[in-house]
């Protein structure tokens, strides 16, 4: 334990509302605390910065899935075992649940939440892609303004920056129902050292249909870990879309997602495999498309 | 911005089936906790940052690392560890085949996977060996290759099978 605990304080909202006012009484400087499965890591490792932080593990105004006609909607504190375990999660948002599957392992899936994992704002996180593909919209609320809900394309501004203010507190994620329509393929893929634990080197989430004429109808595809936010990769979109999937189509697609994307060398891959490997993932999500 | 000084707070929980309470910092982590105030030693630490899984503990029933887990969040919570779990009925059976089949060797891994190898058979009695993999990889063993603990996970489900009349 590397940190000074003293110099954590960590408050115990016991409802929604007392948690938004602890946000908005402290200046911006208190902190949203759930299950702890990124912040407890910086702790231990001293790196995270000093403070006071307001729980909300177990608040139920955060928790639970629920389903309408228009949408599912994901509390904040859904774990990803909890999105594992849904029938309708499972039945058409497969990627969701391979991101929430392939997310640390057992221990980590009982703790991590979706809200968590997008305010974490980590371009290497395994949900966003598919959050992004599935066109999803997240709520936040605040004491002084109420809520709002928010395309999450867009969401994340730049590394770690996102829109949403120091009092706003991420409440809820929804996702339209059946995205692309039945006979759509939902492609995901993590890339790392192992599936478990291990942070991913590249990720891609994608989705597609082609209509009768074998035209692509519909093409979203979003990559993780290539760029300062997750990526939604929409110059490769273009080239694929209104288009027959011939293997010029799909080499045009796999050059053009390789310029789109702006990997770094890190501890984890280098920006050079990363690029390729981009381009061999679009290149066999387009493969599969086409069959 | 001024430095935050955390006064030490008073948290109640469940503990192996007993009612407890401790006064402690409130980012301190559950496996502190366990092992420093309440003499748990059970519950090992092993990376500290929620890879390996040797500080495996039930926090309301559900498998969660304990090194990342605050001890304000277990404040009404019902915490069981390897000590409170090892002579449950269904348990002795994974203890036993671990003995049998030399799933353990230096011991450190052994309550976490003792703990991640009960969370699966309690939700499916007769796992494929691909689940048993999947349930266990957030478990690092660095001497025995996994083999043995994979032996020692089916053996063990057949046990609790067959202790179960069958039923299951």
């Known amino acids: 334990m590397r940190a000074w605990l003293p110099g954590y304080d960590l408050l115990r909202a016991k409802s929604l509302d007392a948690a938004l006012r602890i946000l908005a009484d402290g200046g911006g400087e208190t902190r949203v605390f759930a299950g702890g499965t990124d912040l407890m890591v910086l702790l231990e490792s001293g790196d995270l910065p000093p403070g006071r932080f307001v729980s909300v593990w177990g608040l139920p105004e955060l928790s639970g899935i629920s389903v309408t006609d228009a949408h599912v909607t994901l509390g904040a504190l859904t774990t990803y075992t909890e999105i594992q375990a849904h029938p309708v999660l499972r039945a058409e948002y497969p990627m969701l649940c391979e991101a929430a599957r392939l997310t640390g392992a057992t221990a980590i899936q009982n703790r991590g939440t979706i809200g968590g994992n997008i305010v974490n704002a980590s371009p290497a996180a395994d949900s966003p892609p598919a959050l992004l593909v599935y066109g999803a919209e997240v709520e936040l609320i605040s004491a002084a303004r109420g809520a709002r809900w928010v395309g999450y394309d867009g969401f994340h501004t730049g590394y770690k920056r996102m829109d949403r203010r120091p009092d706003e507190l991420l409440r809820a994620v929804r996702l339209p129902r059946t995205p692309g329509g039945s006979g759509a393929v939902h492609f995901y893929r993590k890339v790392g050292t192992r599936g478990a634990q291990a942070i991913s080197k590249v990720m891609i989430a994608a989705l597609g249909r082609r209509d009768a004429a074998g035209v692509v109808a519909d093409c979203r595809i979003s990559l993780g870990s290539v760029a300062p936010i997750v990526l939604r990769c929409r110059k490769t979109e273009a080239v694929c879309l209104d288009r027959p999937l011939t293997a010029e189509v799909i080499a045009a697609a796999r050059a053009a997602v390789m310029d789109e994307v702006t990997p770094i060398d890190d501890i984890r891959s280098t920006k050079a495999y990363r690029r390729v490997v981009s381009g061999n993932l679009v290149a066999q999500f387009l493969a599969l498309l086409a069959k | 911005m001024p430095v935050a000084r955390a006064a030490k707070i008073e948290v109640s929980f469940t503990l192996n089936g007993a009612p407890v309470t401790v ?94 190898t009960t969370a699966l058979l309690r939700a499916r009695p007769n796992p494929a060996e691909t689940e048993v993999r999947e349930a266990l990889a957030g478990n690092l063993c660095r001497c025995t290759g996994y083999v043995k603990i994979f032996e020692a996970v089916a053996r063990a489900a057949e046990a609790r099978r067959g202790a179960a009349g069958g039923v299951r």
């Open chain 2, 23 to 116: 006064r402690a910092l409130p980012m301190a982590r559950l496996l502190d906790v366990l092992r420093e105030d309440l003499r748990l030693t059970g519950t090992k630490e092993g990376c500290g940052e929620g890879e390996c899984g040797a500080c495996s503990v039930f926090l309301n029933g559900r498998l969660v690392t304990s090194c990342l887990v605050p001890i304000m969040q277990a404040e009404g919570a019902r915490v069981e560890t390897i000590e409170g779990v090892a002579d449950q009925p269904d348990v002795v059976p994974i203890r036993e085949a671990f003995v049998a089949c030399n799933g353990s060797q230096c011991g450190i891994c052994t309550p976490g996977m003792i703990l991640a």
